[in-house]
């Protein structure tokens, strides 16, 4: 008896500097800016921070530039997942089985091993409007140069396109491994007793596919509620507040021009409350514990 109790203490004191190391590094960020979020304090005065109760959350309200974050970032939410999710599928069925699918598949995911930061650098030289390709091919068709970055609506497709590219890889890779799983017998056996390619692929490899689906399907909406590199890379929000994705919103209020602490809290606590709430409803929605077993 007495030695188990000695080996639990010692299991514990071995633990517990990863524990005081977690605290610190989660719990008590979380805490503090919850915190903050109820107080009035700003790095560019010298003055200690101020209650002032609701106001930061009152002020989000009456913030239009928070508003159009939230605009441009549910414009990412209901344009880019769905068709990043139906071009990752397609691709995945497109080149199962085809020659050359290695090859193939190993190309079709580079986007997605390149870091953000370097893809944003990447894409912002495409996106020059006097030396950029993609203006260059443009006028190879007798058609006027596009202002990529100075335009609020070819700015928000510029965003778009980058976030397809990069992420449509991911949405396929996970698919593709999907369909690598699924037992060939079975969808053989559906063409041997009838069935077109299609009616399998949409009767028995797509239900079977779903739970992969609804996961990578949560995996985006929450990448794409916390967007941040790619805005700050290519259009650093602009022109104007066209591209401010709410994540970056609340990095120029709280570090690079505001510096309010007590405000970027407030909406970082927003954030939270969004991200864990509409996760939890999607994983409600689509029963995905009791597809997964959880």
Sequence with gaps: MMNSKKRKRTGFLLILPLLILFLGLTI????????????????????????????????????????????????????????????GIGIAFLI????GERALRSSLIIPMTIPPVVAGIAWKMLYNYEFGPINYFISLFGLP????????????LGVLLIDVWQWTPFIFLVIYAGL?????????ASLVDGASGW??????????????IWVTLIIRVIDVLKLFDI??????GGPGSATHSYSF???????????????????SVILLLVV????????????????LGL
């Design 28 to 87: 008590y960020p979380l805490i503090y800016m919850i915190y903050m979020s109820f107080h009035q304090y700003s790095l560019a005065s010298w003055e200690e921070p101020r209650f002032i109760g609701w106001e930061n959350y009152r002020e989000i309200l009456r913030d239009r530039t928070a508003s159009s974050s939230v605009s441009f970032t549910l414009f990412l939410l209901f344009t880019a997942v769905p068709l990043e999710i139906l071009l």
């Design 199 to 212: 009616s399998a692929m949409r009767y028995i490899e797509l239900p079977l596919l779903r739970p992969l």
């Design 180 to 188: 690598q799983s699924i037992p060939r017998d079975v969808v053989e």
């Design 276 to 291: 864990t709430i509409l996760t939890n409803l999607l994983i409600r929605f689509l029963r995905l514990s009791e597809t």
């Design 145 to 156: 140069k596009v202002s990529w970055l100075g335009s609020q609506f070819f700015a928000r």
């Design 249 to 267: 919103y609340i990095y120029k209020v709280g570090i690079s021009f505001g510096w309010d602490v007590g405000y970027a809290s407030a909406l």
């Design 231 to 236: 805005v700050y890379m290519v259009t650093f």
């Design 96 to 99: 199962r089985d085809v020659w």
